[in-house]
């Protein structure tokens, strides 16, 4: 933690600056262990200090979560629920903006399970491991529910109990990237993909299929077999009601800003 010393002109005495400063401080050492000072003999002048402002959480989601020590919690912004590690522990490692989800079956539940109406988004970065990035589906054939997967290296893909399996992009960029998932009660299905190379949507209409009695999860708490999980989140959101094509655009437009304001670049 950096420290911050001011000093009076007049009479010369130095007074440390103690709590948390209300403004954010760029460019020290990662392990903050070097101290700043404000020690001058020139005159003194207004000092400035301007708040953040808050992200404001989506309106048509029941959660929306920003993940990494910046957001310092895993509770969401809107009623503060909560993401809770599964069965075989979060497995996650948190960054400055991001969670980064590691190992067999690691992740995060939800409050809030697999409805016939459903939306979830992510802002994450892929690495090269083959990993489950969401959903309700667990390893076995013919299995209710659906799941969100990498399998190679720059891959997206949907798998669900009743439908098609599509592969959403085929050429995932490495950086982060938005990715939106919403299914309605009728079988209409939106699949968004955006990022730094541009945006493209798949967009279907096929029977709805067996709903899984289990929470939306991030990462594979549910199928936690054969995928070995690598990836970073730094936001996650859900809903209980379908998003259509032009509405998860938007969503992705205001998450650009989002991202912008924690150093996460979308475009």
């Not at 002048?45 to 929306?64: C, G, K, N, R, Y």
């Not at 069965?87 to 190992?103: D, H």
């Not at 279907?204 to 077999?225: C, D, F, I």
């Amino acid at each position: 933690m950096a420290r911050f010393y001011f000093e009076n002109t007049v009479s010369g005495d130095t007074f440390e600056l103690t709590g948390t400063p209300p403004f954010d401080v760029e460019g020290l050492l990662p392990n903050g262990t070097y101290t700043v000072s404000a020690l001058s003999d020139a005159a003194p002048t207004q000092l400035v200090i301007e708040t953040a402002t808050p992200s404001v959480a989506e309106a048509d989601m029941d959660a929306h979560w920003l993940l990494g020590t910046d957001a310092g919690s895993l509770s969401d912004l809107k009623t503060g629920s909560l993401l809770t590690p599964g069965p075989a522990g979060a497995g996650a490692t948190f960054e400055p903006n991001a969670v980064r989800i590691q190992g067999l079956g690691a992740g995060y539940v939800s409050e809030f399970d697999e409805t016939a109406d459903f939306t979830l988004c992510m802002v994450m970065q892929r690495t090269n491991v083959p990993s489950i990035l969401g959903g309700t589906r667990v390893p076995a054939n013919g299995s209710a529910g659906w799941t969100a997967f990498t399998i190679s290296d720059n891959d997206l893909n949907i798998t669900r109990n009743g439908g098609s399996s599509p592969t959403v992009d085929a050429n995932l960029p490495s950086g982060y990237f938005f990715f939106g998932a919403s299914i309605s009660a009728a079988g209409d299905c939106v699949y968004f993909r955006g990022g730094q190379d541009g945006s493209q949507v798949s967009t279907l209409s096929e029977a709805r299929g067996a709903l899984a009695a289990l929470p939306q999860a991030l990462g594979g708490v549910h199928y936690n077999t054969l995928f070995n999980n690598d990836f970073k989140c730094a936001e996650f959101m859900v809903s209980t009601s379908f998003t259509n094509a032009t509405q998860m655009g938007e969503i992705y437009q205001r998450s650009i800003t989002r991202m912008a304001d924690r150093s996460i670049s979308l475009t």
